[in-house]
Protein backbone atom coordinates (compact mmCIF):
# COMPACT_ATOMS: atom_id res chain seq x y z
CA UNK A 1 0.00 0.00 0.00
CA UNK A 2 0.84 3.86 -0.93
CA UNK A 3 1.29 6.18 2.06
CA UNK A 4 -1.67 8.46 0.60
CA UNK A 5 -3.83 5.37 0.01
CA UNK A 6 -4.52 5.81 3.82
CA UNK A 7 -6.97 8.66 3.38
CA UNK A 8 -9.26 6.00 1.82
CA UNK A 9 -10.26 4.72 5.27
CA UNK A 10 -12.06 7.71 6.51
CA UNK A 11 -16.08 8.19 5.73
CA UNK A 12 -16.46 11.68 4.10
CA UNK A 13 -18.38 13.28 6.22
CA UNK A 14 -16.46 12.10 9.41
CA UNK A 15 -13.87 14.72 10.66
CA UNK A 16 -10.72 14.24 9.97
CA UNK A 17 -8.68 16.39 11.43
CA UNK A 18 -8.98 19.63 14.03
CA UNK A 19 -6.29 22.75 13.76
CA UNK A 20 -6.94 25.19 15.60
CA UNK A 21 -10.49 24.66 15.98
CA UNK A 22 -10.88 24.19 12.82
CA UNK A 23 -12.48 20.61 11.57
CA UNK A 24 -11.83 19.61 8.72
CA UNK A 25 -13.23 16.48 6.84
CA UNK A 26 -11.86 13.28 5.45
CA UNK A 27 -13.62 15.08 2.21
CA UNK A 28 -11.92 18.24 2.53
CA UNK A 29 -8.29 16.53 3.46
CA UNK A 30 -8.43 14.46 0.30
CA UNK A 31 -9.66 17.30 -1.47
CA UNK A 32 -6.71 19.77 -0.43
CA UNK A 33 -4.39 16.73 -1.20
CA UNK A 34 -5.34 16.91 -4.99
CA UNK A 35 -4.52 20.77 -4.57
CA UNK A 36 -1.56 19.82 -2.94
CA UNK A 37 -0.75 17.30 -5.43
CA UNK A 38 -1.30 19.45 -8.81
CA UNK A 39 0.36 23.26 -7.29
CA UNK A 40 3.79 20.90 -6.11
CA UNK A 41 3.70 18.96 -10.00
CA UNK A 42 2.86 22.31 -11.74
CA UNK A 43 6.11 23.83 -9.82
CA UNK A 44 8.22 20.82 -11.09
CA UNK A 45 8.30 18.05 -8.22
CA UNK A 46 8.61 14.93 -10.02
CA UNK A 47 9.02 11.13 -8.81
CA UNK A 48 12.01 10.36 -7.19
CA UNK A 49 12.77 14.14 -5.95
CA UNK A 50 13.68 14.98 -2.20
CA UNK A 51 11.13 17.60 -0.83
CA UNK A 52 11.88 19.02 2.35
CA UNK A 53 8.87 20.51 5.05
CA UNK A 54 10.48 22.60 7.63
CA UNK A 55 7.43 23.52 9.83
CA UNK A 56 5.55 23.44 12.64
CA UNK A 57 2.52 21.15 13.22
CA UNK A 58 -0.52 22.16 10.78
CA UNK A 59 -3.32 20.26 8.58
CA UNK A 60 -1.18 21.46 6.13
CA UNK A 61 2.11 19.04 6.82
CA UNK A 62 -0.22 16.06 7.27
CA UNK A 63 -1.73 17.49 3.33
CA UNK A 64 1.95 17.67 2.42
CA UNK A 65 2.56 14.19 3.62
CA UNK A 66 0.35 12.64 1.25
CA UNK A 67 0.28 14.93 -1.74
CA UNK A 68 4.06 14.56 -1.86
CA UNK A 69 3.60 10.67 -1.39
CA UNK A 70 0.99 10.53 -4.51
CA UNK A 71 3.48 12.25 -6.74
CA UNK A 72 6.18 9.31 -5.68
CA UNK A 73 8.83 12.11 -3.97
CA UNK A 74 10.54 11.06 -1.22
CA UNK A 75 9.74 13.38 2.14
CA UNK A 76 12.34 14.76 4.41
CA UNK A 77 10.87 16.23 7.51
CA UNK A 78 13.62 18.50 9.18
CA UNK A 79 13.05 19.65 13.36
CA UNK A 80 12.10 23.15 13.25
CA UNK A 81 14.43 23.48 16.05
CA UNK A 82 17.32 23.49 14.07
CA UNK A 83 19.54 25.85 13.40
CA UNK A 84 20.44 26.80 9.52
CA UNK A 85 23.96 25.29 9.77
CA UNK A 86 22.05 22.12 10.63
CA UNK A 87 18.83 22.26 8.43
CA UNK A 88 21.78 23.47 5.60
CA UNK A 89 23.76 19.85 6.45
CA UNK A 90 20.12 18.09 6.26
CA UNK A 91 18.98 19.75 2.71
CA UNK A 92 22.90 18.97 0.88
CA UNK A 93 22.80 15.52 2.82
CA UNK A 94 19.42 14.51 1.32
CA UNK A 95 19.83 16.55 -2.12
CA UNK A 96 16.70 18.17 -1.73
CA UNK A 97 15.38 20.22 -4.39
CA UNK A 98 12.27 21.60 -2.69
CA UNK A 99 11.72 22.74 0.30
CA UNK A 100 8.08 23.72 2.10
CA UNK A 101 7.82 25.95 4.72
CA UNK A 102 5.97 28.77 6.05
CA UNK A 103 9.50 30.76 7.12
CA UNK A 104 11.48 31.35 3.90
CA UNK A 105 15.34 31.57 4.86
CA UNK A 106 17.63 33.93 3.15
CA UNK A 107 20.47 31.54 2.06
CA UNK A 108 23.06 34.42 1.65
CA UNK A 109 22.92 35.12 5.30
CA UNK A 110 25.43 32.43 5.69
CA UNK A 111 28.96 30.97 3.65
CA UNK A 112 27.32 27.29 3.83
CA UNK A 113 24.39 28.21 2.50
CA UNK A 114 25.29 30.17 -0.54
CA UNK A 115 25.27 26.84 -2.53
CA UNK A 116 21.15 26.54 -1.98
CA UNK A 117 20.56 29.73 -4.33
CA UNK A 118 19.09 28.93 -7.43
CA UNK A 119 19.28 25.16 -6.58
CA UNK A 120 16.37 25.08 -4.09
CA UNK A 121 13.19 26.42 -4.80
CA UNK A 122 11.32 27.44 -1.84
CA UNK A 123 7.32 26.88 -1.41
CA UNK A 124 4.89 28.50 1.12
CA UNK A 125 3.27 24.99 2.98
CA UNK A 126 0.47 27.11 3.61
CA UNK A 127 -0.83 28.03 0.48
CA UNK A 128 0.10 25.04 -1.60
CA UNK A 129 -3.48 23.39 -0.59
CA UNK A 130 -4.78 26.50 -2.10
CA UNK A 131 -6.79 25.85 -5.61
CA UNK A 132 -4.37 27.83 -7.81
CA UNK A 133 -5.59 27.00 -11.49
CA UNK A 134 -2.80 24.18 -12.16
CA UNK A 135 -3.84 21.14 -14.43
CA UNK A 136 -4.43 17.86 -13.31
CA UNK A 137 -0.88 16.00 -12.40
CA UNK A 138 -0.93 12.77 -13.97
CA UNK A 139 -1.04 9.57 -11.97
CA UNK A 140 1.90 7.60 -11.01
CA UNK A 141 2.78 4.87 -13.76
CA UNK A 142 1.62 1.49 -12.31
CA UNK A 143 5.04 0.02 -12.09
CA UNK A 144 5.63 2.31 -8.86
CA UNK A 145 5.56 -0.17 -5.86
CA UNK A 146 5.28 0.24 -2.15
CA UNK A 147 8.84 -0.85 -2.14
CA UNK A 148 9.46 2.35 -3.18
CA UNK A 149 11.73 4.84 -0.71
CA UNK A 150 8.70 7.35 0.89
CA UNK A 151 10.41 9.50 3.33
CA UNK A 152 14.00 9.92 4.70
CA UNK A 153 14.14 10.43 8.59
CA UNK A 154 17.19 12.28 9.99
CA UNK A 155 18.60 10.95 13.29
CA UNK A 156 18.87 13.37 16.18
CA UNK A 157 23.07 12.89 15.68
CA UNK A 158 23.91 12.33 19.23
CA UNK A 159 26.54 10.80 17.78
CA UNK A 160 28.48 12.51 14.81
CA UNK A 161 26.35 13.86 11.96
CA UNK A 162 22.89 12.76 11.67
CA UNK A 163 22.38 10.16 9.45
CA UNK A 164 19.06 9.87 7.16
CA UNK A 165 16.86 6.56 7.76
CA UNK A 166 15.06 5.56 4.23
CA UNK A 167 11.65 3.92 5.09
CA UNK A 168 9.44 2.67 2.18
CA UNK A 169 5.64 3.08 1.50
CA UNK A 170 5.10 -0.52 2.58
CA UNK A 171 7.53 0.49 5.95
CA UNK A 172 5.49 2.97 7.15
CA UNK A 173 1.85 1.49 6.67
CA UNK A 174 2.91 -1.93 7.11
CA UNK A 175 3.65 0.13 10.89
CA UNK A 176 0.61 1.38 11.24
CA UNK A 177 -1.43 -1.54 10.28
CA UNK A 178 0.68 -3.58 13.37
CA UNK A 179 -0.17 -0.70 15.83
CA UNK A 180 -3.43 -1.26 14.58
CA UNK A 181 -3.64 -4.74 15.60
CA UNK A 182 -2.71 -4.19 19.09
CA UNK A 183 -4.28 -0.71 19.96
CA UNK A 184 -7.40 -1.55 18.05
CA UNK A 185 -8.16 2.28 17.21
CA UNK A 186 -11.59 2.88 15.50
CA UNK A 187 -13.58 5.88 13.46
CA UNK A 188 -14.99 7.19 17.25
CA UNK A 189 -11.65 7.93 18.50
CA UNK A 190 -10.49 11.15 18.86
CA UNK A 191 -6.66 11.13 19.10
CA UNK A 192 -3.74 13.98 20.73
CA UNK A 193 -1.11 14.72 18.28
CA UNK A 194 1.31 16.20 20.48
CA UNK A 195 4.20 15.17 19.62
CA UNK A 196 6.19 17.15 16.03
CA UNK A 197 5.25 16.23 13.08
CA UNK A 198 8.48 15.68 11.79
CA UNK A 199 8.77 13.09 14.45
CA UNK A 200 8.67 9.25 13.35
CA UNK A 201 6.80 8.71 16.49
CA UNK A 202 4.08 10.75 15.56
CA UNK A 203 3.80 10.15 11.89
CA UNK A 204 3.46 6.44 12.49
CA UNK A 205 0.83 7.02 16.18
CA UNK A 206 -0.35 10.68 14.84
CA UNK A 207 -0.81 10.35 11.85
CA UNK A 208 -0.53 7.38 9.76
CA UNK A 209 -2.43 4.65 12.15
CA UNK A 210 -5.84 6.87 12.89
CA UNK A 211 -5.95 7.87 9.16
CA UNK A 212 -6.07 3.97 8.60
CA UNK A 213 -8.60 3.80 11.30
CA UNK A 214 -10.76 6.73 9.85
CA UNK A 215 -10.38 8.39 13.28
CA UNK A 216 -10.43 12.15 14.26
CA UNK A 217 -6.60 13.65 14.67
CA UNK A 218 -6.48 16.93 17.38
CA UNK A 219 -3.60 18.79 17.22
CA UNK A 220 -1.81 20.35 19.70
CA UNK A 221 0.56 22.94 18.79
CA UNK A 222 1.32 25.73 21.77
CA UNK A 223 4.19 26.44 23.29
CA UNK A 224 2.80 26.03 26.76
CA UNK A 225 2.69 21.93 27.57
CA UNK A 226 -0.11 23.13 30.73
CA UNK A 227 -2.57 24.09 27.86
CA UNK A 228 -2.12 20.06 26.96
CA UNK A 229 -4.72 19.53 29.84
CA UNK A 230 -7.36 21.86 28.60
CA UNK A 231 -6.91 20.27 24.93
CA UNK A 232 -7.85 16.59 26.12
CA UNK A 233 -10.88 18.04 27.64
CA UNK A 234 -12.77 20.31 25.70
CA UNK A 235 -12.39 17.99 22.71
CA UNK A 236 -12.69 14.77 25.50
CA UNK A 237 -9.79 13.11 23.64
CA UNK A 238 -9.89 9.16 23.86
CA UNK A 239 -6.17 8.10 22.98
CA UNK A 240 -3.83 10.18 24.27
CA UNK A 241 0.40 9.57 23.25
CA UNK A 242 2.67 10.84 25.48
CA UNK A 243 6.70 11.06 25.82
CA UNK A 244 7.91 11.62 29.63
CA UNK A 245 7.69 15.77 29.50
CA UNK A 246 3.72 15.39 29.23
CA UNK A 247 3.59 12.53 31.29
CA UNK A 248 5.04 14.96 34.04
CA UNK A 249 2.77 17.89 33.15
CA UNK A 250 -0.15 15.80 33.61
CA UNK A 251 0.42 14.72 36.43
CA UNK A 252 1.16 18.19 38.27
CA UNK A 253 -1.61 19.67 36.73
CA UNK A 254 -4.36 17.48 35.19
CA UNK A 255 -7.43 16.02 37.70
CA UNK A 256 -8.80 12.83 37.25
CA UNK A 257 -11.98 14.15 35.70
CA UNK A 258 -9.93 16.02 32.64
CA UNK A 259 -8.72 13.12 31.32
CA UNK A 260 -12.37 10.94 31.72
CA UNK A 261 -12.59 10.30 28.08
CA UNK A 262 -9.39 8.90 28.12
CA UNK A 263 -8.69 5.00 27.58
CA UNK A 264 -5.37 5.18 26.36
CA UNK A 265 -2.43 6.94 27.63
CA UNK A 266 0.26 5.63 25.74
CA UNK A 267 4.29 6.56 26.01
CA UNK A 268 6.72 6.39 23.44
CA UNK A 269 10.28 8.15 23.36
CA UNK A 270 11.96 7.06 25.71
CA UNK A 271 11.03 4.87 29.01
CA UNK A 272 9.49 6.24 32.14
CA UNK A 273 10.78 5.76 35.54
CA UNK A 274 8.32 2.93 37.50
CA UNK A 275 7.80 5.87 40.47
CA UNK A 276 5.79 8.29 38.10
CA UNK A 277 4.13 5.03 36.11
CA UNK A 278 2.96 4.25 39.48
CA UNK A 279 1.77 8.01 40.62
CA UNK A 280 0.23 8.39 37.21
CA UNK A 281 -2.20 5.40 37.91
CA UNK A 282 -2.69 5.99 40.87
CA UNK A 283 -3.43 9.40 40.67
CA UNK A 284 -6.14 8.95 37.20
CA UNK A 285 -6.50 5.03 37.08
CA UNK A 286 -5.19 4.72 34.19
CA UNK A 287 -2.79 2.18 32.99
CA UNK A 288 0.86 3.53 30.96
CA UNK A 289 0.69 2.01 28.10
CA UNK A 290 4.57 2.08 27.01
CA UNK A 291 6.08 0.76 23.81
CA UNK A 292 9.42 1.07 22.48
CA UNK A 293 10.67 2.29 18.66
CA UNK A 294 13.38 3.76 16.78
CA UNK A 295 13.24 6.00 13.26
CA UNK A 296 15.41 2.58 11.35
CA UNK A 297 11.78 0.80 12.24
CA UNK A 298 9.11 3.06 11.20
CA UNK A 299 9.10 3.12 14.03
CA UNK A 300 7.03 0.77 16.64
CA UNK A 301 8.36 -2.29 17.42
CA UNK A 302 6.75 -3.18 20.33
CA UNK A 303 3.84 -2.14 22.57
CA UNK A 304 2.10 -3.28 25.97
CA UNK A 305 -1.17 -5.23 25.21
CA UNK A 306 -3.79 -2.85 26.41
CA UNK A 307 -5.68 -5.95 28.47
CA UNK A 308 -2.12 -7.19 30.03
CA UNK A 309 0.09 -4.37 30.86
CA UNK A 310 2.95 -4.92 32.53
CA UNK A 311 4.36 -1.47 34.36
CA UNK A 312 8.22 -0.59 33.43
CA UNK A 313 8.20 -2.93 30.57
CA UNK A 314 8.03 -2.01 26.63
CA UNK A 315 5.49 -4.81 25.98
CA UNK A 316 5.13 -7.44 23.46
CA UNK A 317 6.82 -7.27 19.81
CA UNK A 318 3.96 -6.29 17.27
CA UNK A 319 2.44 -8.81 14.71
CA UNK A 320 5.14 -9.64 12.19
CA UNK A 321 7.92 -7.81 14.37
CA UNK A 322 10.70 -10.33 15.36
CA UNK A 323 13.09 -9.47 17.86
CA UNK A 324 16.38 -11.27 19.27
CA UNK A 325 18.70 -10.13 22.23
CA UNK A 326 22.17 -11.51 21.54
CA UNK A 327 25.87 -10.86 23.04
CA UNK A 328 28.57 -9.05 21.56
CA UNK A 329 29.12 -11.86 19.22
CA UNK A 330 25.86 -11.95 18.02
CA UNK A 331 24.57 -14.84 19.56
CA UNK A 332 21.21 -15.01 21.62
CA UNK A 333 21.21 -14.90 25.75
CA UNK A 334 18.89 -16.55 27.67
CA UNK A 335 16.10 -14.20 29.36
CA UNK A 336 16.41 -12.25 32.41
CA UNK A 337 20.17 -11.77 30.50
CA UNK A 338 20.49 -8.36 29.95
CA UNK A 339 21.64 -8.21 25.60
CA UNK A 340 21.45 -5.86 22.51
CA UNK A 341 17.88 -5.82 21.26
CA UNK A 342 17.84 -6.67 17.40
CA UNK A 343 14.69 -6.62 15.47
CA UNK A 344 13.53 -7.89 12.02
CA UNK A 345 10.50 -7.36 9.73
CA UNK A 346 8.57 -5.48 7.18
CA UNK A 347 9.00 -2.22 9.02
CA UNK A 348 12.33 -2.08 9.39
CA UNK A 349 14.01 0.36 7.19
CA UNK A 350 16.25 0.19 3.29
CA UNK A 351 18.91 1.90 4.81
CA UNK A 352 21.15 4.93 5.51
CA UNK A 353 20.82 7.52 2.69
CA UNK A 354 23.77 7.62 1.25
CA UNK A 355 25.68 5.87 3.63
CA UNK A 356 26.40 2.04 2.84
CA UNK A 357 29.71 2.18 5.69
CA UNK A 358 26.90 3.30 8.77
CA UNK A 359 24.03 1.01 7.05
CA UNK A 360 25.90 -2.45 7.13
CA UNK A 361 26.98 -2.08 10.34
CA UNK A 362 22.96 -1.69 11.82
CA UNK A 363 21.82 -4.13 9.31
CA UNK A 364 23.26 -7.36 9.75
CA UNK A 365 22.29 -10.75 8.59
CA UNK A 366 18.99 -9.50 7.75
CA UNK A 367 18.53 -7.89 11.63
CA UNK A 368 18.55 -3.95 12.55
CA UNK A 369 20.77 -3.42 15.39
CA UNK A 370 19.31 -0.82 17.54
CA UNK A 371 22.09 -0.09 20.04
CA UNK A 372 19.49 -0.41 23.06
CA UNK A 373 20.17 -3.14 25.73
CA UNK A 374 17.29 -5.28 26.74
CA UNK A 375 16.30 -8.08 28.99
CA UNK A 376 13.17 -10.53 27.81
CA UNK A 377 11.27 -11.69 31.11
CA UNK A 378 9.87 -15.38 31.37
CA UNK A 379 6.49 -13.60 30.08
CA UNK A 380 8.02 -12.71 27.00
CA UNK A 381 7.55 -8.91 27.42
CA UNK A 382 10.65 -6.79 26.86
CA UNK A 383 12.60 -4.65 29.52
CA UNK A 384 15.04 -1.48 28.13
CA UNK A 385 18.24 -1.40 30.01
CA UNK A 386 19.56 1.45 28.85
CA UNK A 387 21.62 2.60 25.40
CA UNK A 388 24.69 0.79 24.97
CA UNK A 389 26.66 4.06 24.32
CA UNK A 390 24.93 5.45 27.27
CA UNK A 391 26.58 2.01 29.69
CA UNK A 392 28.88 3.00 32.11
CA UNK A 393 32.38 0.51 32.32
CA UNK A 394 33.74 1.11 35.89
CA UNK A 395 36.46 -1.30 36.86
CA UNK A 396 35.20 -3.84 34.55
CA UNK A 397 31.55 -4.03 35.67
CA UNK A 398 28.81 -2.74 33.41
CA UNK A 399 26.59 -0.05 34.86
CA UNK A 400 23.52 1.30 33.28
CA UNK A 401 22.25 4.67 34.00
CA UNK A 402 18.70 4.21 34.08
CA UNK A 403 18.76 1.74 36.59
CA UNK A 404 20.57 4.30 38.94
CA UNK A 405 17.75 6.76 37.89
CA UNK A 406 15.38 4.26 38.72
CA UNK A 407 16.40 4.60 42.55
CA UNK A 408 17.13 8.22 41.83
CA UNK A 409 13.05 9.15 41.30
CA UNK A 410 12.07 7.17 44.83
CA UNK A 411 14.09 10.05 46.79
CA UNK A 412 11.72 12.79 48.13
CA UNK A 413 12.22 16.07 46.45
CA UNK A 414 13.99 14.70 43.17
CA UNK A 415 12.18 15.77 39.90
CA UNK A 416 14.11 14.50 37.58
CA UNK A 417 17.23 13.13 37.25
CA UNK A 418 19.75 11.88 34.81
CA UNK A 419 23.18 9.72 34.94
CA UNK A 420 26.01 10.12 32.57
CA UNK A 421 29.64 8.56 32.39
CA UNK A 422 32.52 10.67 32.85
CA UNK A 423 36.13 9.92 32.82
CA UNK A 424 38.20 8.48 36.14
CA UNK A 425 41.89 8.06 36.38
CA UNK A 426 41.31 4.63 38.41
CA UNK A 427 38.10 3.56 37.39
CA UNK A 428 38.14 4.20 33.80
CA UNK A 429 34.58 5.86 34.09
CA UNK A 430 32.68 6.69 36.41
CA UNK A 431 28.37 8.32 37.20
CA UNK A 432 27.75 11.69 37.26
CA UNK A 433 24.65 12.71 38.44
CA UNK A 434 22.36 15.55 37.48
CA UNK A 435 19.19 16.20 38.83
CA UNK A 436 16.08 18.78 39.35
CA UNK A 437 14.12 19.53 42.20
CA UNK A 438 10.29 19.94 42.60
CA UNK A 439 9.98 23.75 43.35
CA UNK A 440 13.31 24.03 43.12
CA UNK A 441 13.99 22.84 46.81
CA UNK A 442 17.15 22.28 48.56
CA UNK A 443 18.14 18.80 49.04
CA UNK A 444 21.23 17.57 51.00
CA UNK A 445 23.68 15.31 48.08
CA UNK A 446 24.82 13.42 51.16
CA UNK A 447 22.27 11.86 52.29
CA UNK A 448 20.64 11.55 48.30
CA UNK A 449 24.04 9.88 48.22
CA UNK A 450 23.64 7.40 51.52
CA UNK A 451 20.03 6.86 50.31
CA UNK A 452 21.76 5.43 46.86
CA UNK A 453 24.25 3.37 48.41
CA UNK A 454 21.93 1.94 50.20
CA UNK A 455 19.76 0.88 47.59
CA UNK A 456 22.27 0.12 44.86
CA UNK A 457 25.61 -1.93 44.95
CA UNK A 458 28.55 0.42 45.88
CA UNK A 459 30.36 0.37 42.24
CA UNK A 460 26.74 1.70 40.37
CA UNK A 461 26.84 4.69 42.95
CA UNK A 462 27.72 8.07 40.81
CA UNK A 463 31.06 10.28 42.07
CA UNK A 464 29.52 13.58 41.40
CA UNK A 465 26.31 15.12 41.74
CA UNK A 466 25.13 18.43 40.30
CA UNK A 467 21.76 20.35 40.74
CA UNK A 468 20.44 22.38 37.44
CA UNK A 469 17.42 24.35 36.96
CA UNK A 470 16.12 22.26 34.00
CA UNK A 471 17.04 18.99 32.23
CA UNK A 472 18.06 19.50 28.12
CA UNK A 473 15.59 18.12 25.97
CA UNK A 474 15.63 16.56 22.82
CA UNK A 475 13.02 17.16 20.23
CA UNK A 476 11.12 13.19 21.07
CA UNK A 477 11.31 14.25 24.93
CA UNK A 478 14.07 12.53 25.72
CA UNK A 479 17.03 13.77 28.28
CA UNK A 480 19.70 15.17 26.41
CA UNK A 481 22.65 13.65 27.77
CA UNK A 482 25.07 14.65 25.09
CA UNK A 483 24.03 18.23 26.04
CA UNK A 484 24.81 17.08 30.09
CA UNK A 485 28.26 15.89 28.87
CA UNK A 486 28.86 19.71 27.33
CA UNK A 487 27.53 20.72 30.59
CA UNK A 488 29.84 18.50 32.49
CA UNK A 489 32.80 19.55 30.45
CA UNK A 490 32.53 23.10 30.61
CA UNK A 491 32.12 22.97 34.01
CA UNK A 492 35.13 21.15 34.32
CA UNK A 493 37.09 23.63 32.18
CA UNK A 494 35.93 26.45 34.28
CA UNK A 495 36.77 25.28 37.28
CA UNK A 496 40.50 24.15 35.83
CA UNK A 497 40.64 27.94 35.10
CA UNK A 498 40.26 29.27 38.50
Not at 45 to 53: C, E, F, L
Not at 331 to 336: E, L, R, T
Not at 369 to 375: E, F, L
Not at 403 to 413: C, H, N, R
Request: hydrophobic share 40%.
Amino acid sequence: MLVHELLAYGRDEDVAVVDRKKEITYRALRQAVTVCRNNLYAAGVRRGDRIAIFSRKTVNYIVSYMAISSLGAIVVPINIQLSIRETAYILKSSGSTFLLTSRPFDWTAKEYTKEFIGTLKQLDIETCSIPAGAPPAPPLPAYFKACEPYIIIYTSGTTGSPKGAVLSHNNITCNARQVQEVLHITRNDKILCILPMYHCFCLCTGIMNPLLAGAKIVLFDSYTLKDVVKCIRDYELTVVYLVPSICTVLIQTATKKDLATVRYTILGGTTLPLHLIEVFEAKFGLSIIEGYGLSEASPVVAVNPPAKVKAGSIGLPLPGVKVRIVDEDGYDVPNGTAGQLIVQGKNVMQGYWHQPGATSETLRGGWLYTGDIAICDTDNYLHIVDRIKEMIISMGENIYPREIEEVLYQYPGIKEGAVIGIPDTVRGQVGCCYYTTTDNTEISQRALKKFLQENLALFKVPKKYYKISEMPRMASGKIAKLALKDLYNRTLSDTSKK
